[in-house]
């Protein structure tokens, strides 16, 4: 059964330790803090950071108070991402459910960034040879930075010390998802994740609009990968019918240069 993680915004102090924890295991190198909204550093996701805690000031009751919510790879249980490659350097893991990424097949195309409804995938824009950068769950199949094959929570998940991250079945997890939001009127009554574009490992529950932290409203309940179908289906037909017509264009004008080329001969 596909693993998850619950992400319970209310639960957050913002210490970041989920942060740090990401960059020590995934050995990513730290840059020179840059801030928006005065705590939240780097501003988002890129080729070097998996993972950042955003910082928002909500209005409650009359009163202002800040929340903050950890962002990553949602590991989308059908993801458009390795939908849209076709060098197959994205793959999903129905074990853990982790959505992993092999930059040894990746073509740099960034089909996936587009194709991404979470705004997930970034580009190693500051490397010479750039490639696809995002969060890969904590799997590893070569051994190096896996936890999940170990039994073992995220990096992230492990460090958390207020149980704001919360690492287990997914369908476990829903459960306890709608018990807190059941029990406590505070909550916004909706898991995200439960069903956005087919539904995601990774979910959360929330006392101010997921919008705040830049979620997409109405994302549907259909998998992303379902609307591209009709049209992928008919790529090799395309494929096949664009070779073949190069192929009778270049045998047509290969022929009329030997005609001309005759021609000439015979007014010499």
Not at 20 to 40: H, M, R, S, Y
Not at 44 to 57: A, L, Q, S
């Amino acid at each position: 059964m596909a693993k998850g993680v619950l992400v319970d915004i209310t639960k957050c102090i913002g210490c970041k330790a989920c942060q740090v924890a990401c960059k020590q295991w995934n050995d990513l190198p730290a840059k020179i803090p840059e801030f928006v909204d005065g705590l939240t550093g780097p501003p988002d996701m890129d080729g070097d950071t998996y993972t950042v805690v955003k910082f928002k000031v909500a209005e409650m009751a009359g009163d202002y108070k800040i929340r903050s919510a950890k962002k990553q790879c949602m590991h989308c249980l059908h993801p458009a991402c390795a939908s849209a490659c076709f060098a197959k350097a994205l793959e999903k893991d129905a074990k853990t459910g982790a959505v992993i990424y092999h930059p040894h097949l990746c073509v740099g195309c960034r089909y996936c960034m587009l194709a991404c409804p979470f705004d997930v995938p970034k580009y190693q824009w500051e490397k010479t040879f750039p490639l696809i950068s995002k969060c890969q769950f904590c799997f590893d199949p070569e051994d190096k930075y896996d936890r999940l094959s170990y039994g073992k929570p995220p990096a992230c998940v492990d460090t958390c010390i207020t149980g704001a991250l919360v690492y287990g079945e997914r369908d476990e997890l829903l459960k306890e998802a709608w018990n807190r939001i059941n029990s406590d009127p505070s909550y916004i009554k909706k898991v995200l994740g439960e069903k956005e574009a087919g539904g995601t490992s990774w979910l959360y529950i929330s006392d101010v609009p997921f919008e705040e932290f830049g979620f997409r409203p109405n994302l549907g309940t259909k998998p992303l990968p379902e609307y591209s179908h009709d049209f992928l289906k008919y790529t090799p037909i395309i494929a096949l019918g664009w070779g073949t017509l190069l192929t009778v264009l270049y045998h047509y004008t290969k022929r009329r240069e030997q005609i001309a080329s005759e021609k000439k001969d015979v007014h010499l």
